[in-house]
Every structure is written in structure tokens, then in C-alpha cells.
């Protein structure tokens, strides 16, 4: 059975993430679907990560004078109408035809930021001409300097705001169901923004993984080399030690995303939001802090600003969204979200982001 | 297929809550099946409220001599058989066409109270004419003080003895389910105690829920206003943080009742049950500490008032009964769970509420 | 369909208890299934009786000399060859036609003991006449002093060895599985033992539980008085609060049964090998400590020794196996049962019953 | 439907231990299955072991250099390139006609090692011939010393490299699967290894587990004695109690590996990864400390390694692989779980084995 073509109104029972991930189901083939939805080896780390969310309870506070509450968030100067940002999904076009710029459109209409993948499969520039909010762009290591300095280069002259650089992912992680399914890229669907794939200079009887992929892979060198030679803030995103953390922000980062890439690299990880609290400790209350992995709902949002983050990055639901009915439907996911989040914060007693703390989160 | 017409008499198989639960469905269409079963988001809290009575583990003490055990409950001056009170439940024409006055009816022939709900579908007053017991009244905010006085003077002027204000429920919450099935009440079913919903005056562009909804919310001031005005008890209910359990106290309420509504307004709260011990410790042993919540069982209301409560609320259960069998399954529903209690408590070694207390439950 | 009637060989895939349980559904009929499986009201201590078990671990040592091991066990001055007992159950021609007499001539085969319930359906002078190693007697408060000290002069009589007078039942529980099932005992099957029911005489108006039940219910008053009276052995059945196991060691008993009575008769207390070590630490080493309660390994055996016990007693097991194939199938459960726990005791190091204690067992 | 011969090449959708268990099925009679699969009882701890491992969460570090990273393993002077040894599993021409050939074959060419079972299908000699790694040699021991000592002392004259003598199997256990399919071993499968079982001399009457067994199992002087008289490398297998670690090593032990015989032979021990940081903290960094069970993917050897381990041994996953597709399949097998152990190390940020330490296990 093909899949569905994008919806072009939203029906009446989409009414929370979950109901998208359901629909999306039909909108695309086995192949997207198991990119889409699969994750490293047992895809343990994926369901840990929504289930963190589920388990953690609330405790709310009531009648306070809430009139004057609003979600707003700044980042790096600038300001978003609300926290959740779509985090840098790789080759969107697997989902909807128009790709990228389907969702940097929704999430610029909804005032929300975006980081964009290196692996787009729009181009970069065109992406950002669609953003009425600030984009940030996401690099991955080009296993060379000069080719990562390069795109960065073109990212800043784009206009991009932020630089989420990608540390977690020097191998893409090995993901059983693409394997079972034997996902590959369909005809015309790539990343547009490289030239090539670098090659793997394994020597003879090496292990590809070491001796090859590990080759490619950047270090805290590379990442101080990178720090000095741009101005854009810079973020580390895959952070799941503290002590990485810790490192990160001495070399000069100024923020980092609290994330186990949606257990797509290595299964067993744990959950990104059990560990937040232990970074905000660490990393102060300045460092710019965000989380992504298993945000579902608006009081997902909520418990991650809680634990510590500053705001938060959503994945695989926009994806989903985006299946479903392209730009409209991620803009729709981004108002349920954000009116999930306004009625969790109204319910816990919270009149902006900075009253949000751990005192509405249940011990244990 | 249209919903069975209530039945006129029990039969034998209906033994417990859970049975009654079972055989509403049947009862009633999928429109109110969704707005009774349905709680918000993931329905993740009501399951737990339910959940946390069934793990925890009861200490009984054996050969002690029960002769005279009873199980009266005296609250504001007023002295119930039980301490079983029908919580505030809305629109309850929607489960049968006697509505509120079966439930009144009810709870009064079984010797104990009810809080009657500002959305009843009923005249307060003429609900008021078939208790053989105290009733209390419930008040939802008015959106202004004087509006919410109104509704205080009609339930004072028609004999209600108690005033209980619910605060945890500014908005009526996110409730997927009766989206999904778009709920809507069937014509002839309406809050008929109201004139009219206040209008939501947001300004241009606002936040429904900031600027709209949370504009009719009422705070503490308010709380402290009504108090001023009226000699009624006053308990307010929906508090689930501690601190807001001793402003209550402290504003001159005479009770709270641990709520989360049912897990009808805010997901991922927790179970009430776990939090009655902290109220309890914190607030005294003369303040008056009601619980709802996840209630099917005898055992429950035992577990309950050694937790801290001095009396408990059901809410769905008896909406179950009324739709099966009108006032006789409230009824029979009241008598289940009153020889169940009393059951606990000869098992127990408990003569009288008074002498519930901690030491019966496991700790853990 | 009608129940099959009880093997006469034992098939070769009948290897454990649990395969006795599933096997008995196709002998008995609905009325003494629902009677045998049920418990009081959702059954959760009926199930968590067994995951107890089900979750403790053992912690075994290895390469001792265990060529003179044994099982021998020795209780108030009798000698038996493993410490598994056959409880109390009630009405056993319920599941089988030799009920009872098949039971006890099946414990003494096996080399071990059974307590007879004041409930039998056979003589308990015929009954007593079965058995080749000692019988002890289960007495039911019969409502007044006169009438249940001469019971016990009978059980006296016949020889019964000891006394387990069953405290935690002075109501026979809220069984939900048993009243949807309109259970009833059939034409024929009676507590034979028994002159007729004492007459419940609750004043007018009174509860049935309190005014009535309750005042047969025996005290610690009247367990002193029997305790003056006879001079075999009084063990207390269905004790759960280590406090109430003092006071049964004050007043002269010579044991208890830590018990939930398999959940049959209060919901939700708790798992009674989780309680053991508490009871030997309060009552010293030479209290006798009998357990129940889930058992359906050799290994729980095990466990419920190192956890304090002086020997354990199955209920349902043996009912199945009862209903499956008669005095045979019991004799060959308990022939499954003491080989299991032989095996368990080799495997852990353990020569004898003495030399398991709680170091075998992983804390937590 | 009769079993499907091996499969000369893998297909594609093979890509994880897993899938060779699932499609092991089809490649083994009823008869196998059951043999393979069953374990002790309720089977619970071959369960608990694998969720252990499943339920054990990974803190990786990034950023590092890893170019040179590499998995060799040196044990007792032998280097292999991963530490990945075949445990030594019994009559596996039950999987495959080759049986211990292929697997020792497979176990050569991916560059790691096994331990050859005592109850071999393939004599000893001829396997020895097949290993391009050092082998290892199983003892069962076989009821004399001086039996036990011939087997040696083939072993030794074969080339073997170290013994591994089974500690906690002096009963096969009770494994209620096996039982219930009435497994046998087929005709021409048999311990090719071994002139005749040894016979149990019960005396009359006596436990044929006590008297019988027990006699002809090993005890800590028959080690002792062993220990003595060769001079291979000598680990105990089986040990869970952390003071029988010691006790080995005192004796003269040069290692042991913490095991439950993969839950066959006493149900309800621990998962033995949680047992390992004992371990390896009460017998220091030299003494050699192996385990099994439940080990299903690279991540897990990582985690073993991390908790304390040396090396590890697969058990079950190589009789699937064998069944599957013989040597390929093994080979193939142990390919995927080597380059999932390199994938882990290096997202881990560890360039070879001495670097992972308990620091990468999130505590708890």
C-alpha cells in the first residue's frame, strides 16, 4: 500500500503529539518509517527517553495572579515566542517534499527557532530565507578542518545564529531496524550541502571503526580550533557526562544540548532528563543549557525547564507532523505543544519560563 | 447501539466498584463514556491515583475486641455514618436523567454527604430538598467576586452546610479523549444554576489561557475575600504542594481537600494518596483533610484516613453506579464500599476512624 | 462442560506445581474453581504472596560436602521428614471425593505433617486415623468459649499433635470472585465436624460486621483462656505485626503462622515472606515461626527458612493437585516440592535445615 | 514441520544476536529447543540476566582521541583480539552436525577463544585441532579424582591452555522445560569424550540427590588437590558468593567466572553483572574475573567489562548462530558483537579495554 499524500487541513482528533506519530504511520513507507523511527540496537534509550517524561510528576502550585504569564525564551540575544526549537533532523525530505523548508517555515510562522542538519536535503541558504525567527545550524564534523570551517563559513554568511556542533555521533550508530528494513536513501533525496562523503583511509586490516571512522572524528582540539575562528555562539550537542559539560564550557562554548540523539547512536544511555539537574549544578546558572530526547507534550516542557534547561529541542514529533500535513501540520504540533505548555503553567502556578524550577518537580 | 436504560434493580454479580465501572459502559453513549473516563493528556495520574491505593500494604492487628466498632465521621459539627462523600462531579444528567438529585437523593438514604457541583444539572436548591444529610456546596469561580458571592448566598439561603472552593482548575484542562470524541453536551443538559459563562476578555493577540482565562481565575485574594463573607466552612480543593495546604490554613479555611481532580486538569500529578502524610504532618491533626482520587475499594477509605484524611470524595464510581441503576446503584454502590470499610477495619482491629492511623500501613 | 474426573497415573509433564494449577481448571467446576482460585476482593495479596518468592534471590555457595544432607525436621518434639505442611484448607471433598482423608494420607506418606481445618468435610477422628506421622488440628472460633474448647477436646482425643487456632479470619473476607460466581457449597458437602452455625445476633439496626460478626470473634482474652485449657502445642495462625507476634509469645502460644490466610480474607496485606525476618528478629530462635503463602518451589521452602521460618505450609497447591489425582497427586506434589528443595539445598551448600539462614538470600 | 537445515550465507536481515535466537527456531526440532532454551524451573534468572544488562545504563564520554583504539584481550599470557570466549556448552551436535568443530573454528578465525565442554560431542583432540586461538577445556568433574584427573590430562596432552572446572552444577538441576518435552538425546549424540556416566551409589533408602549426587561432586579439598597437580591456568566457574571468590583464589585459583549456568541449573539466583563490582573489589586487579549470561550485544561485553570483568562467555547466542548457518553463522555472530563492542568503545570514548572502568555505568 503507498503511502498517503500530506493532509491539507487538519482533522479534528490530531490533538496531541502522540496522534501524529499514530497518522504518520500512513503517510510514509517502510523505508522512511524504520529511518524515522528506529533507534540504536534494542531502541532501549528511545522509549527510556519518553518514559523519563511520563514517570516524572508535578506538583503545582495555585491561585496566583497569572494574567500577565507568557512563554517567551532568549537565546543568545535573540527572542523566541516560546522554548521548543526543532532540533536537526537529518534528510526531512524522507518525509514531506518540501523538506527543511517546510519546517523552518512552520517554526519561523509559530516563533520558534530551528537547528538545521548538515544534512539537509534543502540548501542551507534556501532554508534560511524561509526563517522569519533565527536559525542555527548544526555541523557535523567534515573529518577535516577546512571542510567543517567551510560550511560553517557559508552558515554564518546565511545568516544562521547559532552552531549546535554534533559530538556524539562519530559513528551514526548502530540502528538494527534501518538494518532489517535496509533503509537507503530514495533517488534524489540527499545532502545537498556537501560535496562529497569524506573517505575512509583505514589502514590495511584496521578496524573500520577505529582505524576509519575514528580518523574522521573530531576532538577537543578540533572543537577549540573551531571555537577561535568563529563568533557565532557555539553549542555541543551530545553532552551526556558532566565532566564533558564542564569541559565544553572551558573551552569556550556557550551552551550545550543535553542529548542521547533520540537513541539513535548508542542504546542504553540514559534518559536526558534525569540528567539535567546534575549539569545546571555543575555548569552554573549562565551556561546555556538545552535537552532533547522524548518531548511529547507541552509538560514535557515544562519538567525539562524545571530539571534546568533553558529550553528544549524537539525531534521525531515533527518529523511526524510534518509527514502528516507538511508546514501546516508542524506549525499545528507547535501550537499544541505551546498550548499544552501555557496551560501547564498556568495549572502549576508559573508566569514565565524563569519562575519554572525544581521545586514543581517531585522528588525521586 | 443506542445505551442500555438504567436498571431497576442489582444484579447479583455487581460486587464491587470495579463491576459497576464495568457494566456503565453499557449505559451510556460514547459521548459521555469519554467526558466520564476521560482525564487529561495521557490519563497518566488517573491510573496512578488508582494505582497507588492498590500498592499500598495494610498492617492488620489480630483479637481485639470489636464489638461496638462504628464508623461515624463527624465533620464541621455534623455527623455522617461514613466518611464516604460524593465529590463534586459536573453535568451528572449526563449519566442519568435524575442527575444530581438520585446522587443527593443516595448518599442521604446511606447516611452520608455529597458536595454538590456549580456545573449541576439541577437546581441547587430543589438537590438541596433531598438530602436526609448535610450537603455541601462546590463553587467554581465566577470569574468575578461578586458573581461567585451569588452562587454562595443561593447555597447558604438553600441549607447547604459547607462551601468548598475549587483551585485547581483555572482551566478545565487538556483533555485528549473528549477532543478526540468531540465531546459536547447533548441539548437539555446544561449548568442550569448559571446564568451565563462569563465572557473571556483577552486582549488582541493574548494568550487565551493567560489573557483570557487566567483573567476569571481567582488567587488567594479572592479566597481571602470570600472568606470574609461567608460563616460557611470553607475547604478548598484541588491543593496538591504543602506550602499552599498552610496558606489555606492560614487564610482562615477550615479544610482542603488533596486533589488532583481525578487526573481531569493536569497530567502526571501524583497519586493523592502518597501526599496525605506530609499534609497531615504539616498542617496539624485539627484541620479538616479530605482526599479524592483513585477510591474503589473499602480498603481504600481505610488507607486514606491512615494516611491523614478525615474523610474521602468518590467521584467516577458513583457516576458508574448512577448510570447502571440511578439512585438505587448509588446506593448499593455507598453500601459496597461501607461494609467494605467496615470489613477493613474488623480485619484490621480498628473500632473507630479515630483509631486508623499510620502504623496500619506498611512503610515504603 | 463437566469436570474430568481425577487421574489415577500421574502424566509425565506434570512436573511442578504450577503444571498442578493449570491442570485442575479441567477438574473442577466453576463453583469450586472461583472457590479455590478467588481471595478477597482484587486478589493482589494472592498474587504478590507468590511473586515474593518469585523475586527473592538466592545467593548459593558451592564445592561443600553434602553427602549426608537431609530435610528432617523437627516441630514441637515430633520428627518429619522435610518441613513442608499441609494447611488448613476448608471443604475438601469440594475437590476431590476423598477430600480430606486423601490429604492426610498423602502428607503421611510423604513423611510430613497437615493441620486439619475445623472446616473438614470427613471426620477429624477418621481423618486422624489416616495419618502416619502426627496430625495437628485448625480450630475455627466456634463463637463461644464452651463450644470451641470442645473441639479442641475432640481433636484432643483423636490424637491431633498440636493447635493452630486461626486468628485473622473473624470474618471470611470479602471474596468478589467467590460472589459472581454465586458460590455455594454443594448437596452433601458440609463442615461435618461442626453442630450447626452460631447464630449471629446483631441488636437491631446494628452493623452485621461489628454487632454481629465480631461478637463471635475470639479476643486475646479468649486465646488466654483456651491457653490455660489444653496442653498441646498453640500455635496462632494469620499473625502479620511482629507486635501482635509478642503478645502471642507472652501469652504462652508456641508459635505462630505468619499468614494473609492466601489472601482470602483482607486485600492488600502484604507478602508474608517479606515479613518473616522481622518476626524472628523480635520472637528469638526458639519461637516456632511457620509460614504460608505463595509457596510453589522447593526453592521458596528454601527461602522462607532463611528467612526465619521453622518449617512452611502449602493451601492451594495441594488442592490442585488434590483435584488432579487425589491422594496420589498430593503425595507426588510434595514429592516434587521436597525434591526441588533438596536440589536447592545442594545447589546452595546447605546439609541440613539449620544451616540455612539469611546469608543465602540477597538483601534488598 | 522438521527443522530447516543451516543456511550457507547469512542474509541480510541478520544483524543482531537476537535475530538468530528468533530464527534459530526453525532450525532446531522441539526436542533442542527445549534443551536449549529451558532452564531452571520457573526460568526467571536466565531472564533476570539478560535484563540486567538491558536495564544498566551507559555514560559515555566524547571528544576523545580514538584512532588507535583497538579490543585485545590478554588472558593467562594468550592475547586474543576481542574478549569475546565461547563458554563451554554441552552436545552441541544438537544444533548443528559439526557441532564443537564449527564452533572452535569460528572461534579461531574472529581471533577469540572457548572453553570446551567436558560433555563434548567431538572428541577434545580433534576440536583442539581446528582452534588458530588457544582453547580452553571445561571440567565436569567426574565423580573420582583420579577420572577427573585423566580428563585433565587429555586436555593438557591436546594443547588446551587453561581449565575451567564447573562448580555449581553437582545436579544438572531441575529444568521443568526439558521435563515437559521429555528431551532426551537423540541417538549418535553423546559425550564422545567420556567411557561411561558414573554410577550413583545411593544407599538403600537414601536421597538420591544427598546420598546419591552429592557424592560424586567435588569439594573444595578435591580442588584443592587438582590445583596441585596441573599446571594450566585454573578458573572456577559458577561462583556468585563473593567469599567463594575468595576461598578459590586462596586455594590457588587463577580466576573465576561469576556465573549461574546461564539460569539452568538453581532458578532465582542474580543476574550475574550486578555482581561483579564485589567481586573484582574483593579480589583485586589481578585475579582473573570472567562472567556469563545474558550477554546479547558489544554493549553488554562493555558493561561487564566496566562492572569488573575480564572477558566474557557467550552461551546461548552461539548455539542460535550454529544452529542458524554452522561456523559462518558463528563467525558471523561473533563479528557483529565485536564491531557492536568497538561501536560502543568508541562513542564511549575508550581506546581499548583497560580504559573502561565503572565510571561509563550510570550508579543505581
Known amino acids: 500500500m503507498s503511502p498517503l499524500p500530506p493532509l491539507a487541513a487538519i482533522p479534528h482528533d490530531l490533538v496531541a503529539a502522540c496522534d501524529y506519530e499514530q497518522r504518520a504511520r500512513a503517510h510514509l513507507d517502510d523505508n522512511a518509517w524504520a529511518y524515522l523511527q528506529g533507534a540504536a540496537a534494542d531502541e532501549l534509550t528511545a522509549a527510556a527517553n519518553v518514559d523519563a517524561f511520563r514517570r516524572r510528576r508535578l506538583l503545582p502550585r495555585v491561585l496566583r495572579d497569572l494574567r500577565h504569564g507568557q512563554t517567551r525564551c532568549r537565546l543568545f540575544g535573540d527572542e523566541f515566542e516560546h522554548p521548543l526549537l526543532l532540533a536537526p533532523l537529518a534528510y526531512q525530505r524522507l518525509f514531506h517534499p518540501a523538506g527543511e523548508l517546510a519546517s523552518a517555515l512552520a517554526a519561523g510562522v509559530m516563533g520558534g527557532g530551528m537547528a538545521v542538519s548538515t544534512l539537509a536535503t534543502c540548501m542551507l541558504e534556501e532554508i534560511a530565507s524561509q526563517g522569519q525567527r533565527p536559525l542555527w545550524f548544526q555541523l557535523y564534523w567534515q573529518g577535516e578542518r577546512e571542510r567543517s570551517l567551510a560550511l560553517v563559513r557559508r552558515a554564518e554568511a546565511a545568516g544562521y545564529r547559532a552552531l549546535v556542533v554534533t559530538v556524539d555521533a562519530p559513528l551514526s550508530g548502530i540502528r538494527n531496524r534501518e538494518q532489517r528494513a535496509a533503509f537507503r536513501l530514495p533517488p534524489g533525496i540527499a545532502a ?11 589502514t590495511a586490516g584496521g578496524s573500520p571503526i577505529f582505524a576509519g571512522l575514528m580518523g574522521l572524528a573530531p576532538t577537543w582540539d578540533d572543537i577549540a580550533w573551531l571555537r577561535a575562528r568563529t563568533r557565532l555562539p557555539l553549542l555541543l550537542k551530545g553532552i ?28 542504553t544511555t540514559p534518559a536526558t532528563l534525569d540528567l539535567l539537574p ?29 530539571g534546568g534547561a533553558d529550553a528544549v529541542m524537539i525531534g521525531r514529533p515533527y518529523a511526524h507532523a510534518l509527514a502528516v500535513a507538511g508546514a501546516l501540520g508542524v506549525a499545528h504540533l507547535l501550537k499544541l505543544l505551546r498550548e499544552e505548555l501555557e496551560a501547564c503553567m498556568a ?11 525544581a521545586g514543581y518537580l517531585c522528588p525521586g
Open 192 to 202: 545537498v550541502n556537501l560535496d562529497a562523503t569524506p573517505e575512509i583511509s583505514a
Open 240 to 267: 551526556l557526562h558532566v565532566d564533558d559539560g564542564r569541559l565544553a564550557r572551558d573551552l569556550g562554548a556557550d551552551g550545550i544540548v543535553v542529548s542521547n540523539h533520540g537513541g539513535r547512536v548508542l542504546d
Open 278 to 306: 546534575a549539569f545546571r549544578a555543575a555548569l552554573g546558572d549562565r551556561f546555556t543549557l538545552l535537552v532533547d530526547g522524548g518531548i511529547r507534550r507541552g509538560s514535557d516542557v515544562f519538567k525539562a525547564i524545571a
Open 347 to 357: 495549572l502549576c502556578g508559573c508566569a514565565d519560563l524563569a519562575s519554572i524550577d
